[in-house]
């Protein structure tokens, strides 16, 4: 422990200006806002040779004990200090001995509706957005800090303080998303062999969850909005043509309700050799409304852009091993091919398995979207109990490899030109 861990363990009440001099006086004389708690137990236990397998940061023990009976004045302070370690370069999205991240711990602790939840949010959007950046120019990150001086942050002027002792345990996150496995990898996804089965489409081997029937009341919100908000023109009207397209097949859950509403076309757009067998052993090809684009959206949605002959009232995005750089390059193609009253919605699993993640994505989304001259309104629905990781009976989990789900709500994603 060093005394700037000691601080933000909140030793003395009330929390008042001292607690910002101390901090300013920490980090001003080099201790990192990113030191851990793991790095100063090996410091003072002289263990040279073990990488620390969790970070516990100065911003995770603020929000381990910051006094959940703080008054207006103490939440402000705590905030100014949480913007002070920002400015210091802490960082949102490290996980603690219990695999937690900052705002992880503050939803555990019911804190969610406080404002150093929304600034770690904020700060997790602006870390995004400026990784993208770095990633863009090729920059290069130094993270090293190996060769810190961490006598240094024991000996600081008049502030050394007794070492509390506490043991440092494993986290209990299992990593499980190698970048070439077929969740991460869309190649060895699609030579995955795929298996359906009663209530889900999994990978045969690896028993990833695909596509499961719990989302099925998530795909009826989604059919629903690309017909009630994407099929209407000005003052009301139905338009005489409606054109759908549905990107990634999988059960067919969005299909089949799209059927029932007897769109004009209804394409289809299905990469995997498996799901496209399906898809024609179940009559799909046979559907007098249905155009099938077998293979990735990247190689037939051009054809599309460029033929200029369709236009959609409604699109939706539910694909699996692809990430948000994927659907970055997708909004190319939907502005192109939406008509201007047209909507644009997607399954919204985006960072879906942390809470706080999820909540940084809703607001890199609409940031993302805007640019595009789209804007997005979410609707929060409740996600069934039984889907959560506290819940007793995970049943439903039961048959895949690991859920891929753990947030009370879903934002179901509503997208239109900004002027409609
Ligand atoms: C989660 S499932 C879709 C479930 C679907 N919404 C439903 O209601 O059953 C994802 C599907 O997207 C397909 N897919 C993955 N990547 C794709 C891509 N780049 N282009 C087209 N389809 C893709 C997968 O093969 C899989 O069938």
Redesign the pocket.
């Known amino acids: 422990m060093s005394d700037l861990h000691d601080l933000c363990k909140f030793p003395t009440r009330p929390i008042d200006k001292t607690y910002i001099d101390q901090l300013k006086h920490y980090l001003s004389n080099g201790i990192p806002a990113t030191y851990t708690v793991e790095e100063a137990y090996n410091y003072t236990h002289n263990i040279e040779d073990e990488e620390p397998s969790s970070t516990t940061t100065p911003l995770h023990l603020l929000c381990t004990f910051v006094p959940v009976d703080a008054k207006d004045e103490e939440k402000e302070i705590v905030s100014e200090m949480v913007e002070i370690l920002f400015e210091y370069g802490a960082g949102w999205c490290f996980v603690d001995v219990n695999g937690d991240t900052p705002g992880c711990i503050l939803i555990k602790r019911g804190l969610k509706d406080w404002k150093v939840y929304d600034q770690i949010v904020d700060a997790g959007v602006r870390a995004e957005l400026l990784l993208r950046k770095v990633s863009e120019f090729d920059m290069e990150i130094i993270e090293d800090t190996d060769d810190l001086n961490h006598e240094e942050f024991e000996n600081i002027p008049e502030l050394v303080k007794e070492e509390p002792k506490e043991e440092v345990q494993q986290t209990k996150e299992e990593v499980d998303d190698a970048p070439d496995a077929p969740s991460q990898n869309?190649q060895s996804?699609?030579n995955t062999k795929?298996e359906y089965t009663d209530d889900a489409?999994i990978t045969k081997d690896r028993k990833d969850g695909?596509?499961m029937s719990w989302?099925?009341d998530i795909?009826k919100l989604?059919s629903e909005t690309l017909f009630a908000k994407g099929s209407l023109i000005e003052d009301n009207e139905e338009d005489s043509e409606i054109n759908v397209l549905?990107?990634?097949?999988?059960?067919?859950?969005?299909?089949?309700?799209i059927q029932q509403k007897s769109p004009t076309t209804h394409y289809i757009?299905?990469?995997?050799p498996?799901?496209l067998k399906k898809m024609k052993q179940d009559g799909w090809y046979d559907k007098p409304n249905v155009v099938v684009?077998e293979?990735?959206?990247?190689?037939?949605l051009d054809e599309l852009l460029s033929n200029g002959k369709v236009f959609f009232n409604g699109i939706?995005y539910?694909?699996?091993?692809?990430h948000y750089s994927?659907m970055l390059e997708l909004f190319d193609y939907v502005v192109g091919l939406l008509k201007s009253h047209g909507v644009f919605s997607f399954?919204n699993g985006l960072g879906a398995d942390r809470q706080v993640i999820y909540e940084v994505y809703k607001k890199l989304v609409e940031i993302d979207l805007g640019n595009y001259g789209l804007n997005c309104q979410f609707e929060a629905i409740d996600i069934p109990k039984e889907m959560l990781q506290d819940n007793q009976d995970r049943s439903v989990w039961d048959n895949v490899k690991r859920s891929y789900w753990s947030c009370p709500v879903y934002y179901h994603p509503e997208i239109k030109f900004i002027d409609y």
């Open positions: 869309q996804y699609l795929l489409l695909v596509m989302e099925t795909m989604g549905n990107i990634g097949f999988g059960m067919g859950i969005i299909d089949g309700m757009c299905e990469a995997h498996d799901v684009l293979g990735r959206w990247q190689d037939r939706y539910d694909t699996f091993s692809e994927d399954f």
